[in-house]
Every structure is written in structure tokens, then in C-alpha cells.
């Protein structure tokens, strides 16, 4: 708080509105530009009791817009609101997203829950300490800078206390937050920067009720829904007489080719699913992509061509220097499902012309807009609490089978619908990471440095969540549908399919363009880390191939090429802990990469080892070693499991990972036909290092392994192989073919 | 039809079709949260509890097969207040990011704990091989069911 702000006693015992007044008077209100630069989302919301309030017993409840989505971020954000208000994490009661509760933070998505979420409550929390002090201080007619917080009160010293439930009165923190905050220093910590256990994990050991799939509600029923066997089926028959006639059978509920069942019994639903599947008759139409040539359909497709950057050197036609090398590749990558092990789940209640809806939406916020449109209600008519679901890894069927409990609901008025959605529905009408196409070719000068790097990628857009109605599925399937509007490209600072694609790297000449492909021959959205994933296997893989040619090694060429000191950091480490100069066995293969995730966010190096079985093409990765720099450091073992998990996600998405289709149908229906990662394949050690910078911004660390880990991975097999997999999955297929080839 | 099942050591009288998977009586008849419907193909292990001693796949297992036998749920192991060897190593290792395929690996490895007390790594990845975990959390799972090992050998010698 600032010093100029003076509280006195008798604005604090006059009732809360007048201590407004006398912050009102002390300190200006912010304009809406001002508001704009407050840190992080409190920009979104500048008043300090939507993100923090005292009750008269001094119990302290936290708000955040944010989602727990099995990344830990409820753990890290009652660290955060610890540390500054200076409370035990134990006594903070936190609110996750909740349209009648929170701020509306849109999405948790894209690595953002700390430095939007995280940053606004770590500011608000040290305000309202400082506040609480200042209260103290005037109640004690004494200076505040002789007082401090401590475990919930405001001490003096000659130990007199006052416990925050004697300071806060009404409205007490209805005020509008400072631009500037008095943040405690890292070396004070005494919550952030320690590993701290998180506060979901004993109810998940323990069969709690853990997640939405696990609520239970008075009278509450259960439906199925039937989808189309393919994408652009039409429903053109349907006799629901014997389903109907089925022991618990509530009703069907049927709108063009919307189809759902409504039962008593969770069973009794599954049963009378598969009856009214086999009751339905479609007429199905070839719409999906061939499989077997799926990089050169995406090349022919129509492309609105965006420059990602364009920077240095002449033009792509300019002779080259006697003596430099120009090398080029191309890089593929299927289509890939986000591949919840839980099925999404919702559960919807229609009450007079009120909605409420408990769902695990990465954004309850913009996915209850869709929900309002789609059901032509007001938007203030539902609310939306977010209720873990299992892990989603960016858009899934989350938001879709809201949609589908609502759509079941409004003809139940009363009854809370829960809906499940059965495993082939999760495989089949997940939207699917996106596939892509990469094309680079770099010159290498006479110094072995690279003088010029062109990159172009092709791709969907990898954003297609909710807002408008049309992004939720059931609402295409309607006999009025909702049409989505044709994808518009967009170049941010963050990306898209697009993220990553320009390299950190120092080389002079960079020039990268996004043939940006509108039509969506499959529905796509953003899958974890979006086009990072591809766009750093292909610039690391690249980056590998460049160093052989120049003749180096290839962490020592990317130090060649990195000026970043914290880039530089993390790829020195991680070199050092894996003994990057080490000998690897007969058969066995080292790989390095590295990124910054949107060029922005946690820097993130890998090393790693890899087996390969040369008779049957089999690829174990054996160690990985990842260094990461993500800035200030909250909890350090939430990192490291983020980490962690993302090396050995993005290992299976890598090996293993390719959505089938034929001309009609998603053949990926299940786990035997959409395989990951087992334990048989699981590496012997994954060990996480990483980097604190105290004092620095909050950077976002779930997403930053998922691009080192492929390239790491590409870059460890074609060390062991002496051939280069470009084409991602490295199936045993494509092994054993690069090995005879 | 009416069938008595045995869950975690209490009897329970249970009215439903004899097709019912057992996964849908122990959530919604029994009210027991833990085990989860993953696929309910038998293909991912989030369904996962032990009947009489091996580790099955509730989601396509029919009551009809259950009457007098004894079957144990993570709720069997253990409560959030005081938790057992199993859910104590994995609170322990933090061996969950979201934690929807946990239950049915802590019941493969209660399985497996049950027939060894002390299994080698080679052991433990053997007998999770057909439970799935989207999350990655594979390292810290392979290390919570070596540490509930040891948790369980500490206490049998106490």
C-alpha cells in the first residue's frame, strides 16, 4: 500500500463504504488504462474481494478464474495467497472457476494459470496484507512500517497482535487494487519455492468424490447419447419402440442427428445406447481425408498464406555465397487425439428458466456463452461451475458434452442429467490435434553458422473452442444447425499453430510463413502446447541436421547459436546432468533439444537416451534429463511432475500416436486402435532440474516438454540409427523402413 | 435379481440386472467413487479392484459372477484419514497429476503386493502393463508401489 495513504481510526470504525471514501480521497482511482496495466488478469478485475475475502472469524477464502485440471494449480495458488497474505496454506479456502463466484479469466489454457491467475492473487494478496496492516496501524495509532503480518494477524512489536477477523470489517477489501504491490522477497518465503503436496491428491488415493464424474445428486438420472457412425452421417431412420419399452428408460431425446437416451440407472442407459445404436439407420457420406496421403492432401488445400516473421537477408532467391550449404526437410505429423482416460462428463439441471451446469470445461466462462446461445437463453440464466474431470490436455469433448447434458436437460425440467460420454464417442469426436506439414531449408555460411532459416508450416487452426455455439459439437448435429464461421488466421505474439515456429536462435535471416488451412476436412482444436509440438520437432530435428553438416556437436551448435543467458542456462544443464559427452552403448542413441516455450514462457532443454531393437523396429526411450526455467518458482515438485508428465506424453504422442480414418469413418475408436504409452515402454528414469529465478514473473510450465521431448526423441533415433525420422508417429513400421531403406 | 457382494469386507444386498458390470454397482448402488469407467472394453486398468486376490477389470466384470466373493476397492485400503501403505506412498510421491487412472493402479499393485511383498522394478512394470495413465505420471506410479512395499514391510514388523 502506499505510504500516502493514511487510515484513520475513525474511517476504519465507520462502516466499510466510508473507508472506500478515504481510499477514494489517498489514492486515485484507476482509469480503465490504468486498470489495463494492473498485473496480471486483476486487470480483468481490479476489486480485491473477487479474488480475496475475510469473513468476520478471519477464515480467508481465495478466488481464481482457473481451473484444476490435474496440473496442480490449486495447490500453487493457495501457496501463492499463503505466502503474501502470510496465512497457513491449510486455512485457505480456494474457489475455482464458478460463472456466479469468480472472475471470468477465460481459459485455463496455453501455460497461463500463474502468470495471469497466479500473478493477480499474489498481487492482491500482498495488497490486503498491507491493507491489514494498515488497519492495525491505525487502530493502534502507531506506524505500520513498525508492524508486520504473521500467521494470520498483524503483530506489533512488544508482542501485541490483532488477528485479521478483528480488523476486516464489511466491504473491508472492496477496493480497487494499486498498480504496484509490496511483494514479499523470495528469500522470505516461506510457502512459494517449497514443494508443497497437493491438496487434491489424498481425496483422488481415497475414493473421493474427486471429479464430476463422481456427483451425485437427489433424483439425478443418467443419459448416453448415440452419435453418428461417421462425420457427415444423417440420421434417416430411427424405430425407438423397443428402447423405450426398455426397464428404466426415461425418454429419448432426439433433434435432427442428435440422439440420446435418458435412463434411471447408469447401465440401464449403456443397455438402451446400444439398442437405439442398433435401432438408427444413417446414410453415410465419404468426407474425411485419405489417410495414406494425408501430407500431400494438406499441402493441395487452399491456404491463406501468413507471414510469422520476415526478418533479415535477402530474398529467398538471392545467390547463395560460394562455399555455404543450403539443406532442406520436411516434417509430418497425424493427426492426434487429446485421449482423456476418462470420458467427458457433465451434469445439467434446468430449474424454472435457470440453468446450472457442473462440468470440467477448461473455460466455464466462454463455454456458457456457447451454451446461452445455443439454447437461446440469457447468459446470466446459467451458471457454470467447473468440476474436475479427468486430465484433458487442452480441448476435448469437455465442452461438447456440456452441450449434450443441456440439450438432454431442457427436456427434463427439475431432474439433474448426467451425461457420460462411452469411450469410442471420446476417441471418434474428441477434436483432434491437428495435422501438419513442415517445410525448412537453412544455408549454412563458411563458419558452420546458420545464415538464413526458412520455415513454412501447414496447418488448421488449432483453436476452435466455444465461444460461438457452432464450436460445440451437438450443436452441428441439430436439425437446425449451428454453422461455424470460417477460421480466420491470426498471428500473436503466443501463436497458434504457429507457436514456436520461429526459432530462438540468432541467424541473421529468418523468414517463416503459416499456409494457414481454413477447412477443416476433420475437426481440430488445440491440443497441449498447439503448434509447438510440431514446429520445435521440426526446428530441432532441422537444427541436428545442420550441426552434422557443419561438423559439430549439436549441443555445442545450439550454444553457438543461442544469446539468451537463461536459453544458454537450461541447455547447459541440461547437458551436464545427462554427461552429454558420454558414450552411449551398441544400439542405443543420444538426442538434445531445446525451446522456450512461445518464445515466452519456460525455457526447457532435454537430453535424452534411446534403444532401438533393430530386428523388430522397437524404440525404448531409456533416460531423459529436461532442465527448466520457469521464472519464479511456486512449487517445485508440481513443476517437476508437469514436467515429467509432459516428456513421457509427448513420448507416446511421438511414438506411437496417429489418428486412422478411412473415407467415411474415425477408425480410432478405442485403446486397441489408438495405442499409447505403456509401462513395458515406460524409460528407467526421467530426472527434472530446475532453474529458480527469484524475483523474475511466473512463466507457465505445463506445456514447455511436449516440442524438446519429440525432438529430443527424433534426434536420440537418428543418432542410434544413422537415419532420420521425419514423419511423426516413429511407428516400427517407419523404423524398420529407414533401417532397409 | 437380488445378489449379496462382498466389498471391502462389509456384505452388501444388491438388486440389479445380472449383466451389470460390477463397476456401476460399486459407484452408483454403493456409493464407492475410486474405481472409474476408463473404456469399459477391459483395454485401460482406470476400473481396476481386486476379487479374491487378482486384479480385474470391474467394467466388464457381470455380478452375476460375484456372489461370495470378496472384492476390494481403494475405499478397502484405507480412508483419507488414515490412509494405508498404498495411499500413503502415493500421497507421499505425489504420484497423480489428474489422477483418474490412480485407483485402478493402486488396485493392480495392491494385487500385486498381496502375492509379493517385495517386488523387483522389473516386477511392479510387469504387473501395471495393462493399466493406462494419460498424464505421464508413469515414474512416479513405478516409485509409489515400490515405497508402499517398503510401508507395508514397516508395518508388518511393527
Known sequence: MSPAVKITRRDFCASGGALIVSFSIGVPRPTRAEAARLPGSLSKAPYLDAWIRIDAAGAVTVFTGKAELGQGIKTAI????????????????????????????????????????????????????????????????VDASQLRARQGAVMASGGRSLGYAE???????????????????????????????????????????????????????????????????????????????MPGVIKIVRDGNFLAVVAKGEFQAVQAMRKLTAAAQ?????????????PAFLLALPAEVAVVIDQGSGPASAAPEPDSRTLEATFTRAYQ????????????????????????????????????????????????????????????????????????????????????????????????????????????????RVADWRYELWSNPHGSRPGPAAALLPARLL????????????????????????PLYAFPGKHVQWHFLKDMPI?????????????????????????????????????????????????????????????????????FAFARYKNLASYCAIACEVSVEFETGTIRMVRAVAAIDSGEIVNPDGIRNQTEGGILQ??????????????????????????????????????????????QPFLGAGEAAQGPAAAALANALANALGKRLRDIPFSRERVRAALFS | ????????????????????????????????????????????????????????????????????????????????????????????????????????????????????????DADIRRSLEPNLCRCGTHMRILAAVKRAAELRQVSAFR
Open chain 1, 650 to 695: 509427448s513420448m507416446s504422442w511421438t511414438l506411437y500416436e496417429a489418428v486412422k480414418f478411412d473415407d467415411t469413418r474415425i477408425t480410432s475408436t478405442d485403446w486397441s486402435t489408438y495405442p499409447i504409452l505403456r509401462f513395458a515402454s515406460v524409460p528407467d528414469s526421467v530426472d527434472v532440474h530446475l532453474i529458480p529465478r527469484p524475483g
Open chain 1, 523 to 591: 475437426r481440430v482444436s488445440a491440443l497441449r502446447s498447439l503448434g509447438a509440438y510440431m514446429n520445435v520437432f521440426s526446428i530441432e530435428s532441422f537444427m541436428d541436421e545442420l550441426a552434422q553438416a557443419a561438423a559439430e556437436d549439436a549441443v555445442a551448435f545450439r550454444l553457438k547459436h543461442l544469446q539468451d543467458p537463461r536459453a544458454r542456462d537450461v541447455v547447459e544443464l541440461a547437458a551436464k546432468k545427462f554427461n552429454w559427452a558420454g558414450k552411449m552403448p551398441p544400439r542405443h542413441g543420444k538426442g
Open chain 1, 337 to 448: 487425439c487429446h485421449a482423456s482416460m476418462g470420458p467427458s462428463c457433465a451434469v445439467a439441471l434446468l430449474q424454472g428458466d435457470s440453468l446450472t451446469v457442473w462440468n470440467h470445461s477448461q473455460g466455464v466462462f466462454p463455454n456458457r456463452a456457447a451454451l446461452a446461445e445455443l439454447l437461446d437463453m440469457p447468459v446470466e440464466k446459467i451458471h457454470a461451475i467447473h468440476t474436475e474431470g479427468s486430465g484433458c490436455y487442452g480441448h476435448n469433448g469437455a465442452d461438447d458434452v456440456v452441450a449434450d447434458a443441456v440439450l438432454i436437460a431442457r427436456t427434463l425440467p427439475g431432474v439433474p442429467v448426467r451425461v457420460q460420454w462411452m469411450r469410442e464417442q471420446e476417441h471418434m469426436w474428441e477434436p483432434f490435434g491437428p495435422a501438419m506439414v513442415t517445410k525448412v531449408r537453412a544455408t549454412l555460411d563458411v563458419q558452420g
Open chain 1, 78 to 141: 493457495i501457496q501463492i495467497a499463503a505466502e503474501e497474505l502470510e496465512v497457513e496454506p491449510a486455512s485457505i479456502h480456494l474457489v475455482t472457476a464458478d460463472t456466479a463466484l469468480t472472475v471470468n479469466e477465460g481459459y485455463t489454457a496455453g501455460s497461463h494459470s500463474l502468470q495471469d491467475s497466479g500473478t493477480a492473487i499474489r498481487n492482491a494478496a500482498a495488497q490486503v496484507r498491507e491493507l491489514l496492516i494498515g488497519a492495525a496501524a491505525a487502530r493502534w495509532q
Open chain 2, 1 to 120: 435379481m437380488s445378489i449379496r457382494l462382498n466389498v471391502n469386507g462389509h456384505e452388501h444386498q444388491v438388486t440389479a440386472d445380472p449383466q451389470t458390470p460390477l463397476l456401476y454397482v460399486l459407484r452408483n448402488d454403493l456409493g464407492l467413487n475410486a474405481a472409474k469407467f476408463g473404456c469399459g472394453l477391459g483395454q485401460c486398468g482406470s476400473c481396476t479392484v481386486v476379487i479374491d486376490g487378482e486384479a480385474v477389470f470391474s467394467c466388464v466384470t457381470p455380478i452375476m459372477l460375484l456372489q461370495g466373493r470378496r472384492i476390494t476397492t481403494v475405499e478397502g485400503l484405507g480412508s483419507i484419514e488414515s490412509p494405508g501403505p498404498l495411499q500413503r506412498s502415493f500421497i507421499e510421491l505425489q504420484a497423480a497429476q489428474c489422477g483418474y487412472c490412480i485407483a485402478g493402479m493402486m488396485m493392480r499393485a495392491y494385487a500385486l503386493l498381496e502375492k509379493n511383498a517385495s517386488p523387483t
Open chain 1, 167 to 245: 480488523l476486516v470489517a464489511k466491504e473491508f477489501l472492496h477496493v480497487q487494487a494499486q498498480p504496484q504491490s509490496k511483494l514479499k522477497a523470495t528469500q522470505d518465503f516461506q510457502s512459494m519455492g517449497r514443494s508443497m503436496q497437493r491438496v487434491d491428491i489424498p481425496a483422488k488415493v481415497t475414493g473421493g468424490a474427486a471429479y464430476v464424474q463422481d456427483m451425485k445428486q437427489p433424483g439425478m438420472v443418467h443419459a448416453r447419447v448415440v452419435r453418428p457412425p461417421s462425420p457427415a452421417a444423417v440420421l434417416t431412420g430411427l424405430d425407438s419402440s423397443q428402447v423405450e419399452a
Open chain 1, 479 to 502: 436439425a437446425r444447425p449451428f454453422v461455424p464461421n470460417p477460421a480466420r488466421v491470426r498471428i500473436s505474439p503466443e501463436g497458434s499453430g504457429d507457436r514456436n515456429s520461429v
Open chain 1, 282 to 294: 444413417w446414410s453415410e457420406h465419404a468426407s474425411l481425408p485419405p489417410q495414406d496421403d494425408l
